[in-house]
């Protein structure tokens, strides 16, 4: 499947932004998909991700009740809404399709080109 990732900008600390995953070619109703970011310098870290079928949700413990993921299987897509943005959050930020729904970024197969947030003042 193919993924295009969008959304991303600057933003003030505090603010919001909504990241879209975003498939052509496939339906994503049958992949769990994963979000992963990679900060100038820093390893590529697991963000959050969601089922396939029950849409179930997973989030790291950093970013917990400040992100929230979720399905529009309409549009095949999904979405990160990030609220309460703070300057840690900053980084190029990647979805990815795979089978199961964890942290372990070599269990996604297919991946996006990545979409740059930065929060900044």
């Known amino acids: 499947v193919q993924l295009q990732a969008s959304g991303g900008g600057l933003v003030q600390p505090g603010g919001s932004l909504r990241l879209s995953c975003a498939a052509s070619?496939?339906?994503?109703?049958?992949?769990?998909i994963g979000w992963f970011r990679q900060a100038p310098g820093k390893l590529r870290e697991w963000v959050s991700c969601?089922?396939?079928?029950?849409?179930?949700?997973n989030y790291a413990d950093s970013v917990k009740g400040r992100f929230t993921i979720s399905r529009d299987k309409a549009e095949n897509a999904v979405y990160l809404q990030m609220d309460s943005l703070k300057p840690e959050d900053t980084a190029v930020y990647f979805c990815?399709?795979?089978?199961?729904?964890?942290?372990?970024?070599?269990?996604?197969?297919?991946w996006g080109q990545g979409t740059l947030v930065t929060v900044s003042s």
């Open positions: 070619g496939s339906s994503l109703d049958y992949y769990a």
């Open positions: 969601i089922t396939s079928g029950f849409d179930s949700t």
């Open positions: 990815g399709a795979g089978r199961i729904c964890n942290s372990n970024r070599n269990h996604y197969h297919d």
